[in-house]
């Protein structure tokens, strides 16, 4: 498969990756989450995923939010990925094998039930799986964030969720990992969800605003590119700045050339090459 401009993606968000070393580190006083918020196409995944890269050392996570449906597929990514880094979550497991245990043996007969008693036990199940995924949650975390580990977990597409999900997250998860002074936490997403106080008090959301002409220069620079240094101010001008535009026309501009075609000078927004 040819190379694309994608797997170099430049990064031109130095304010947000200091930010969010900070805050890893400890050294944001009071913050313990970045939330990035803004359109598609505008660099949050990619944003999400150098955070994720730089954090390695001491645990990096990253759930990919529409991929998910249940609660349980995010412990269970969390789970997996720990696993890879050799990080034990004993815990997790003995109340996961338990819950599954319960869950096996447990029989329900709604056959001449009265809709009301059937109304009461559908409450009391939903309240009980409420309360199986807190504790879940907890144990999960619990070893996640054992022997002085500070690890970071990377949420993204908080947009692509459906309810209960978002629900989960802003009144469950989030405030749980928020309550642990050594968890960084970042999510992106179109939409970000606004937690209650005093919850939010530990949240900073950073609006992501599409790259100057000053990154269009220097992602040009990184692709050794010579030939749209004199272009860099037109082709910022035809994509407005939209990260994902960009990568779009570097990439096809990278393959031109490789094909040995006269490597494009623009892409419109409708696909057309110009001359």
Known sequence: ????ASQRQHIDRAEQLSRAARLASGEETGQRALFFEGPEGIGKSSLL????DRHRENGAYFVDLERTVREYDVLETLAIQARGQRVETPSYRTARDRF???AGSLNVEFTNVRAR???FQIIGQTEDRILRTAALSDALLDNLLADDRRPVFCLDGFERCGQPMRKWLGDSLLPNLL????AGVFLAGREVPRLTHPDSTSVHTMVLPPFDVEAVQEW???LG???LHAKSLAIHQEYGGIPMLLDEFFTG???????????QQGVDRRGAQRP
């Open 1 to 4: 498969m040819a190379d694309s």
């Open 49 to 52: 995923f150098e955070i994720h």
């Open 100 to 102: 599954a245990e319960q």
């Open 117 to 119: 008693a059937s109304a």
């Open 179 to 182: 309550s642990r002074k050594d």
């Open 220 to 222: 040009i620079e990184a």
């Open 225 to 227: 590119v010579t030939e």
């Open 253 to 263: 501009h990278l393959a031109f050339g490789r094909a040995g075609l006269p490597r």
